[in-house]
């Protein structure tokens, strides 16, 4: 059935689907801090007894779906979507006159290499949501056409300069279309950033200099730094003209990334 479903219209079935394994996963028994509950329900909350169980009700589905999850990625590694990709610069996603294959490279892309890189780490993983990269591709097209131009046209002299600028504003626009608000709460705002702004800085590295480091080792060379400028990426962020503010501090640390 999802074979005859067009693939913009999966990727959103598959967002639906973690959204539901995410609420699962926070209802755990065992969820450091206690489980968690649907914002707006507190005054409704059932007595202690009743939610201890809906929260070991919540293990056994989450360690189920866990266990089933295991077994096919081992007897159908194949079918795996996040086959073959792997991280492309800028150039590459937004590539003139290259917006639909662009997007779905970038989507695709960024996606598999953060899913991968967040399993090496074994640490709570945020969630993402797959149809959230295109929106930001979008977005940075829309907006941004000169500065897209400009990387194009640059040359070896203010390339960093160019792709600095691409990476600033896909940073803004990444961290605009994932799910910020809403029923997220402000600790899980930071671990997002720290992976949003390593995927950002990892596409300006591919841009600018194509080497053989995995995607991991290309995540966690920007994810260093990024952790050591993380006050100053939060303020720029913040402030009045995120954009420009990020640009400045990017084009300092592409300068210093392999």
Known sequence: MLRS???DVVVNIKDRLRDVRHFVRASRHDNPGG????PGTEPFAPPAEIERLIGRAASVVDDTLTMAETVSLSLLPIVRPDDGARLHGFDVYFAAGG???GERLFRRDLYAALKSWLRQKSGPMPLLHEASFSQAHLAVRRKHPELLAAMRAAGPEDRRDAVAGVAAVTLVELRASQPLQGDMRVAEVEPMLQLLAPAALAA???TLSPSGLSDAELLEAASMVVEARGDRISRAL????????L????????????
């Open 5 to 7: 479903l067009s693939e």
């Open 238 to 245: 913040e402030s009045a003209d995120p954009a420009t503010e």
């Open 99 to 101: 917006g639909t294959e």
């Open 35 to 38: 489980p968690r509950r649907p």
């Open 204 to 206: 300006g590295i591919a």
């Open 247 to 258: 640009a400045a501090i990017f084009r300092v640390l592409l300068a210093h990334l392999p």
